[in-house]
């Protein structure tokens, strides 16, 4: 019998009271196989989605700290509900907060990172018998303010706890059993990867697919902490990810339809002081940058839709002579340990979207990633690229 597990469920396992019951049944079946049992929550179905559009509709930007302390009730509202069902079942269990679990972040709010977590009255509740059930995606800060990590940070809570208790394993379920080769929502022929390395989940995480929170893979991989994901709804094998012997070949197409590209553009040449103080009001609100250019009198960068707002009131606000164009794009991302190597795989990728009349805009290569930016990618692109890139 393992000593501690930790089971993660997604917001697409705890959707209602139905599902909730299918949780705890898969809860009960983990106790004759250890000890200790941790569970970590995200918030039921859209409510995190519901709960930002009703903050939106009182403001256009809220505020990143009361946004927090809104949005970090959904995770509350699961783990209560999940720990009152158990207890009727006839296991002990309950429910904590982020804060209450010793989870202790820096105070970048909406994207904040764990700086040490206590474990002390985890311990506690283990010793009096309970089942612990943990609001994910939240901590506190110094000031005792709640924070959150980012969309899909109960994952990174998840997995962050296993390596405070030195958990046996971490399980993150979800309503899939694995990580697929590409979304099979897009891709019929998609297949499940039986097993994947860290390095290669990072970039596929980085690359915006919804499968592993990308903080989640460098705490694991740090800490040398398998990671399973699983489907809450069968019993299915899921897929490992771990410090796996890599084989250069593609393990993944991702597509990311989520970004928007900005132009800030001056009648004359842009000065040094000018660049940096535009870089440093961006980093300062927040905003993570992608592919940041400066030429003679304009700067160019990428950033997720979801700041676009932030991004477009700061640069209306602090930069009122510069002219200011956006346009959405989207990235497509080819993902496997050293591909970088093979030169085959890239003239592949570009003659397939050459022969399609896409417009490539950008070109990355890394040792274990391809990314090219696009103005948009139809699905059947996205099977034609499987198809070829992948065994």
């Given at each position: 019998?393992?000593?501690?597990?930790?089971?993660?469920?997604?917001?697409?396992?705890?959707?209602?009271?139905?599902?909730?019951?299918?949780?705890?049944?898969?809860?009960?079946?983990?106790?004759?196989?250890?000890?200790?049992?941790?569970?970590?929550?995200?918030a039921?179905?859209?409510?995190?989605?519901g709960?930002?559009?009703?903050?939106?509709?009182?403001?256009?930007?809220?505020?990143?700290?009361?946004?927090?302390?809104?949005?970090?009730?959904?995770?509350?509202?699961?783990?209560?509900?999940?720990?009152?069902?158990?207890n009727r079942?006839?296991?002990?269990?309950?429910?904590?907060?982020?804060?209450?679990?010793g989870?202790?972040?820096?105070?970048?709010?909406?994207s904040?990172?764990?700086?040490?977590?206590?474990?002390?009255?985890?311990n506690?509740?283990f010793?009096?018998?309970?089942?612990?059930?943990?609001?994910?995606?939240?901590?506190?800060?110094?000031?005792?303010?709640?924070?959150?990590?980012?969309r899909?940070?109960?994952?990174?809570?998840?997995?962050a706890?296993?390596?405070?208790?030195?958990?046996?394993?971490?399980?993150?379920?979800?309503?899939?059993?694995g990580?697929y080769?590409?979304?099979?929502?897009?891709v019929?022929?998609?297949?499940?990867?039986?097993?994947?390395?860290?390095?290669?989940?990072?970039?596929?995480?980085?690359?915006?697919?919804?499968?592993?929170?990308?903080?989640?893979?460098?705490?694991?991989?740090?800490?040398?902490?398998d990671?399973?994901l699983?489907?809450t709804?069968?019993?299915?094998?899921?897929?490992?990810?771990?410090?796996c012997?890599?084989?250069?070949?593609v393990?993944?197409?991702?597509?990311?339809?989520?970004?928007?590209?900005?132009?800030?553009?001056?009648?004359?040449?842009?000065?040094?002081?000018?660049?940096?103080?535009?870089?440093?009001?961006?980093?300062?609100?927040?905003v993570?940058?992608?592919?940041?250019?400066?030429?003679?009198?304009?700067?160019?960068?990428?950033?997720?839709?979801?700041?676009?707002?932030?991004?477009?009131?700061?640069?209306?606000?602090?930069?009122?002579?510069?002219?200011?164009?956006?346009?959405?794009?989207?990235?497509?991302?080819i993902v496997g340990?050293?591909?970088?190597?093979?030169?085959?795989?890239?003239?592949?990728?570009?003659?397939?979207?050459?022969?399609?009349?896409?417009e490539i805009?950008?070109?990355?290569?890394?040792?274990?990633?391809?990314?090219?930016?696009?103005?948009?990618?139809?699905?059947?692109?996205?099977?034609?690229?499987?198809?070829?890139?992948?065994?």
């Amino acid at each position: 019998m393992m000593n501690t597990v930790v089971m993660k469920f997604g917001g697409s396992s705890v959707a209602d009271n139905i599902k909730l019951n299918v949780v705890a049944e898969k809860i009960i079946s983990f106790k004759e196989k250890a000890k200790n049992i941790l569970v970590v929550v995200s918030a039921q179905g859209k409510t995190t989605d519901g709960l930002i559009k009703d903050a939106e509709e009182l403001s256009a930007i809220p505020t990143d700290r009361e946004l927090d302390m809104l949005i970090s009730t959904g995770e509350q509202v699961t783990a209560s509900k999940l720990s009152i069902l158990l207890n009727r079942m006839g296991h002990k269990a309950i429910s904590l907060t982020g804060w209450q679990v010793g989870i202790r972040t820096n105070s970048i709010y909406g994207s904040a990172k764990i700086e040490e977590i206590c474990t002390k009255r985890i311990n506690s509740e283990f010793q009096n018998g309970n089942i612990v059930i943990v609001a994910g995606f939240q901590g506190i800060n110094e000031k005792n303010d709640i924070t959150t990590l980012g969309r899909g940070g109960s994952d990174t809570t998840a997995v962050a706890l296993q390596a405070a208790l030195n958990a046996d394993r971490c399980y993150i379920f979800s309503d899939v059993d694995g990580i697929y080769s590409a979304d099979p929502n897009m891709v019929t022929m998609a297949k499940k990867l039986n097993e994947i390395s860290f390095d290669e989940m990072q970039e596929i995480s980085d690359a915006g697919a919804k499968v592993l929170h990308n903080r989640c893979v460098k705490i694991a991989d740090k800490f040398k902490c398998d990671i399973e994901l699983a489907s809450t709804f069968n019993n299915n094998n899921g897929t490992k990810v771990c410090k796996c012997i890599e084989t250069a070949e593609v393990k993944s197409i991702i597509k990311n339809e989520k970004l928007v590209t900005f132009e800030v553009i001056k009648k004359h040449r842009m000065s040094e002081n000018e660049v940096y103080d535009l870089y440093q009001k961006l980093l300062g609100n927040n905003v993570i940058l992608e592919n940041f250019k400066r030429c003679e009198n304009q700067v160019s960068f990428r950033t997720e839709k979801i700041n676009q707002n932030k991004v477009r009131e700061m640069l209306e606000k602090d930069f009122l002579e510069y002219e200011i164009n956006q346009k959405y794009l989207e990235k497509l991302t080819i993902v496997g340990y050293g591909i970088v190597q093979d030169n085959k795989i890239i003239l592949d990728v570009i003659e397939i979207l050459k022969n399609a009349g896409l417009e490539i805009f950008d070109v990355n290569v890394t040792q274990n990633r391809i990314e090219v930016i696009l103005n948009n990618i139809d699905n059947v692109i996205i099977e034609e690229l499987h198809q070829k890139l992948i065994k």
